[in-house]
C-alpha cells in the first residue's frame, strides 16, 4: 500500500470516527490523498463535476416531490385503508397494515427515512392506542421503512447504477420487486407471529362494499405507481421522463382531485427537495473523487488476481457480510458511492449476473439503515414512539433476521431477482 492511500484510508478512518458528515469526509480524505500524490487538485473538481452531471439525477429531485406531493396530498389514508380491508382481519392488524402500506409508499416514495416519518407519526400512535407495546410500534416501522428503497423507483439504485456503470437502472428496478414483496411478507408473518402470543387486536373482516368502496378510493395513489414502472418498462418514459410525469400526475390529484396542496405549501415541498437532492449530489461528486483515487492505485487490479480464484458464492457471502457490517456504521447512499464501484467489477469478473449482484449490494445497504447502532430508521421510529433505541432493536430483531433471509435467499438463488429482469429482456 502506497503512502498516499495509506493517507487516505486513515485519514477517511478518523473523521467517520469523529462523526464529521460523510461527504465532506470524503472530500477531505481524497484532498489529503492529492496532496501527497502531488497531484493538481483541480482533479478534484473534475471529477466531482464528472460524478453530478448524469442526467438520471434529474430523476432524484422529481421523486422527491412526487412522494411530497403524495403524502401532503391526503392519499396515506386512502393506501391505508386499502391495506386494511384485505388485512385487517388478521392478528395484529395494524402491523401489517403498516407493512402493506410501507411497500405501497416504497412504490411511490423511495425513500426509507420519508417513509419512517410519514407513515410512523400515523400508525405508531394508532398502535399504541390499539394495544401494542411502543418498541414493538416503533420496531414494526422502522423495520417496514426498508421496503422504501427496496420498492421501485428507489434513489439508492439510480446512484448505484450511475456510480458503476454497465447496469439498467429500469432492470435493477425490476430485480428488487420480488424481493420487495418476500421482504414485506415475511414481515407480516412475524408480526402475525407476535401479535397471536401477545393477543394484539384484529378488525372484523371488511365486507364486499367496504372492500369495494376502500379500492375507489385508493385508485388515484394506486396509479401512480402504475404510470411510473409501466412508463418505464413499457419503453414509454426514460426514468427521468417518467419521474416528471410523476410530479405532474401527483401534483394534478392534489390540488385539483383532492384540493389538499396549496400554492403556500410549494415552499416546503421544493425545500425537501432541494436538501435531500442536494445531498444525493454531493455524496455523487464525492464519491467519484474517492473512486478515482482508489482508481488510480490499481486497488481492483490488486483485488480481482485473489479472489479471481474463488468460487462466486463464497464471494457473494463475503460481500454479504462485510456489507451487513458496513451498514452498522454507515449509510446507503454513502456507502454505495466507495464500496460498490470495488465490489461491482470483481463480482462481474467471477461470472456474477451485473443485475444480480446490484440487487445483492443494494438491498443489503438498505438493511444497514434499520441495524444498530446507527440504523437511522431507528433513530426516527423510536421518538415517535417516546421510546429508547435499545428498546426498538430488541424488539426489531425478528424483523431483521427474516429480512436478512429473503437477502441470503436472492444471494444464492439467483432467479427470485433476475426472473422479471430475465422476461422483460434486460438480461
Given amino acids: 500500500m502506497s503512502l498516499a492511500l495509506l493517507t487516505l484510508v486513515v485519514i477517511f478512518l478518523l473523521l467517520l470516527l469523529c462523526g464529521l458528515p460523510i461527504a465532506f469526509n470524503l472530500l477531505v480524505s481524497s484532498m489529503a490523498y492529492m496532496l501527497v500524490r502531488g497531484h493538481d487538485l483541480m482533479i478534484m473538481g473534475q471529477k466531482m463535476y464528472e460524478g453530478m452531471s448524469s442526467f438520471s439525477f434529474l430523476a432524484v429531485p422529481f421523486f422527491v416531490i412526487t412522494g411530497q406531493l403524495m403524502l401532503k396530498g391526503g392519499l396515506l ?47 405508531i400512535p394508532m398502535m399504541k392506542k390499539e394495544g401494542y407495546s411502543s418498541p414493538f410500534a416503533a420496531a414494526v416501522m422502522s423495520s417496514a421503512s426498508l421496503l422504501g428503497p427496496i420498492m421501485p423507483p428507489s434513489v439508492l439504485m439510480i446512484m448505484y447504477c450511475i456510480a458503476v456503470g454497465r447496469t439498467s437502472i429500469a432492470g435493477l428496478f425490476l430485480a428488487a420487486v420480488i424481493p420487495a414483496f418476500l421482504i414485506a411478507g415475511v414481515q407480516m408473518l412475524v408480526a402475525n407471529r407476535v401479535a397471536k402470543k401477545r393477543d394484539y387486536p384484529s378488525y372484523p373482516t371488511a365486507t364486499a362494499a367496504q372492500k369495494k368502496r376502500a379500492v375507489i378510493r385508493a385508485i388515484p395513489a394506486l396509479f401512480l405507481p402504475v404510470i411510473i414502472l409501466g412508463g418505464i418498462f413499457g419503453g414509454i418514459f426514460t426514468i427521468s421522463e417518467a419521474s416528471a410525469a410523476a410530479v405532474f400526475y401527483s401534483f394534478m390529484v392534489a390540488a385539483f382531485v383532492k384540493k389538499t396542496i396549496k400554492l403556500r405549501d410549494a415552499p416546503g415541498i421544493f425545500m425537501e427537495s432541494a436538501l435531500t437532492s442536494g445531498l444525493v449530489l454531493i455524496l455523487a461528486g464525492a464519491g467519484s473523487d474517492m473512486a478515482w483515487a482508489i482508481a488510480n492505485e490499481r486497488v481492483l487490479s490488486s483485488i480481482i488476481g485473489p479472489l479471481s480464484t474463488i468460487p462466486p458464492w463464497l464471494f457473494l457471502l463475503m460481500v454479504n457480510i462485510i456489507l451487513l457490517i458496513n451498514g452498522c456504521f454507515m449509510d446507503d447512499y454513502a456507502s454505495v458511492v466507495i464500496l460498490a464501484p470495488i465490489i461491482a467489477p470483481v463480482a462481474w469478473e467471477l461470472g456474477i449476473e451485473p443485475l444480480h449482484i446490484a440487487a445483492v449490494i443494494c438491498i443489503n445497504l438498505v ?61
Avoid: H
Fill in 77 to 123: 389514508e386512502t393506501l391505508i385503508d386499502f391495506v386494511n380491508v384485505f388485512f385487517g382481519r388478521f392478528k395484529g392488524a395494524v402491523a401489517i397494515v403498516t407493512i402493506g402500506a410501507a411497500l405501497l409508499m416504497g412504490a411511490i416514495v423511495g425513500l426509507a427515512v420519508a417513509s419512517a416519518a410519514a407513515l410512523g407519526v400515523f400508525l
Fill in 367 to 427: 438493511i444497514g439503515l434499520a441495524t444498530p447502532p446507527f440504523g437511522i430508521t431507528l433513530f426516527v421510529t423510536s421518538p415517535i414512539a417516546k421510546v429508547k433505541i435499545e428498546d426498538t432493536v430488541r424488539e426489531a430483531i425478528p424483523f431483521l433476521v427474516v429480512t436478512i433471509g429473503v437477502l441470503f435467499l436472492i444471494t444464492f438463488v439467483p432467479e427470485t431477482c433476475l426472473f422479471l429482469p430475465r422476461l422483460f429482456g434486460y438480461i
